[in-house]
């Protein structure tokens, strides 16, 4: 038993699933790509739950090859996310969108009216691009990773600003008095920096109260860097306890050297289950879940973590005895070890692939139990603060996560029986700020 308890966040990308086959299981709806009633279903079955958000990773280019994959990414986040605001009540609705291609205005005038919408509930998840094809999408290349952070920082404190840019009491209302808002305060941001530049003010109001910070009207110059993470939550990508304990700690210390209290940003790491009633059920559906990869490519893959040769002819037969004497997992792949472990049990190659060794994701193929277990280690460990769930198909993988696992994590003690608030920083137990953050503006410490 524990008195911390996980924050849990539901991820929520393509329309099918995180498992590249996922359009094809048996039930599954095969125009959930475009169907709205499909993804509110799946937000409301997560709300049920009292998941405290839903995640929809975006990045701005077709990056899969559409004759057997579907889409990685939906037609448009925000407006999907709008759509499920309005058919929810408490489940934070999270979106990436970049700093790199798009205006800090645009980004804090799309995310401020989601906010209000849903009242409350919208976050960003602020990344920069990599993809040469994303940016060829804005007639533009990828810029040195230098000046990409830079343009980064200065985006994301211009957005926070413009946030803020009406005070908390502007919205004035008074019939009688004949005043709408109070001029006086809605003022410009008037940010500019190397690379990106906002004057503001944005053309709507703030959600509910909240500590405002007025900014004042005359031009003012970006601080060329962050002197802490703006994070109230973080999505990461670590494949053993050691490096998620290692990742968290950095977080924890960023915070801490920025002023702020390091239990504000939340870490949640990155998870895929596939829920059966048995782990070889789990196994058999993984298995029809990878019959549209391309395996041969994965089996040599595989090869190269663990040292070894191999090809596709081996692929429905497990490693030899010699093969097993010399396999090596490698120094440069966190996966590999967790491969050559699953590989000297026995299993086929076929199989092995099957057990998720080489997703960008740890992954449990098994029952709630198993699933349950899994992120309790961590969660104890201190490995993280919560999870980004990545289940293997929604159309019966967010029922079988909130109705099975959840009622086992609350059991433990693990995970929340309600929502804290109305509004996703109280679900996140997040610092309440308007605007700018004053302690991460404030002189450098000499």
């Given at each position: 038993m524990t008195s911390r308890q996980m924050v849990l966040g539901m991820q929520f990308s393509g329309g099918y699933g995180a498992a590249p086959g996922a359009w094809r299981l048996p039930g599954a709806n095969l125009n959930s790509y475009t169907d709205m009633d499909q993804f509110v279903r799946y937000a409301q079955a997560a709300e049920r739950g009292k998941i405290q958000l839903l995640f929809i990773a975006d990045t701005?280019?077709?990056?899969?090859?559409?004759?057997?994959?579907?889409?990685?990414?939906?037609?448009?986040?925000?407006?999907?996310?709008?759509?499920?605001?309005?058919?929810?009540?408490?489940?934070?609705?999270?979106?990436?969108?970049?700093?790199?291609?798009?205006?800090?205005?645009?980004?804090?005038?799309?995310f401020k009216a989601l906010d209000v919408i849903s009242h409350g509930r919208a976050g960003w998840n602020a990344v920069t691009t990599s993809d040469p094809a994303a940016a060829a999408n804005f007639g533009a290349t990828i810029p040195p990773r230098a000046e990409k952070y830079e343009r980064a920082h200065e985006v994301i404190q211009i957005v926070q600003a413009l946030w803020g840019s009406w005070e908390k009491d502007a919205w004035l209302l008074?019939?009688?008095g004949k005043r709408f808002a109070d001029m006086e305060k809605i003022q410009p941001v008037n940010l500019k920096g190397k690379h990106a530049a906002s004057r503001g003010p944005l053309p709507m109001p703030p959600v509910r109260a909240g500590p405002a910070r007025h900014l004042p009207g005359g031009r003012r110059q970006l601080r060329p860097g962050t002197r802490g993470p703006h994070a109230s939550g973080v999505y990461a990508n670590p494949y053993t306890i050691e490096d998620a304990r290692a990742q968290r700690q950095a977080l924890r210390d960023a915070a801490t050297r920025a002023g702020r209290d390091p239990d504000e940003v939340k870490m949640l790491a990155g998870f895929m289950p596939?829920?059966?009633?048995?782990?070889?059920?789990?196994?058999?559906?993984?298995?029809?879940?990878?019959?549209?990869v391309d395996l041969h490519h994965r089996v040599r893959y595989l090869g190269a973590m663990i040292g070894l040769p191999l090809g596709p002819d081996?692929?429905?037969?497990?490693?030899?005895?010699?093969?097993?004497?010399d396999a090596q997992p490698s120094p440069h792949d966190p996966r590999s070890a967790r491969a050559l472990e699953v590989a000297r049990e026995g299993w086929t190659l076929r199989d092995v692939l099957a057990h998720g060794v080489i997703d960008y994701h740890p992954v449990v193929a098994g029952t709630a139990t198993d699933v349950a277990d899994h992120m309790q280690q961590w969660f104890e460990a201190g490995a993280c603060d919560g999870f980004s769930i990545a289940v293997d198909s929604y159309h019966d993988g967010f029922d079988a996560f909130v109705d099975q696992v959840v009622p086992i994590l609350r059991q433990r003690g693990l995970f929340h029986d309600d929502y804290e608030g109305p509004t996703l920083r109280e679900n996140l137990a997040a610092h309440e700020q308007y605007g700018l953050d004053p302690r991460l503006t404030k002189p450098a410490r000499s």
């Open positions: 701005p280019v077709l990056d899969v090859d559409l004759d057997h994959h579907a889409p990685h990414h939906m037609i448009d986040p925000l407006l999907i996310l709008t759509v499920i605001a309005r058919e929810t009540e408490r489940i934070g609705l999270v979106t990436t969108a970049s700093t790199t291609f798009t205006e800090p205005y645009n980004l804090a005038r799309q008074d019939v009688d596939t829920i059966a009633p048995s782990r070889q059920a789990a196994l058999q559906r993984r298995r029809f879940l990878d019959e549209v081996q692929l429905d037969e497990p490693l030899t005895a010699d093969q097993l004497a």
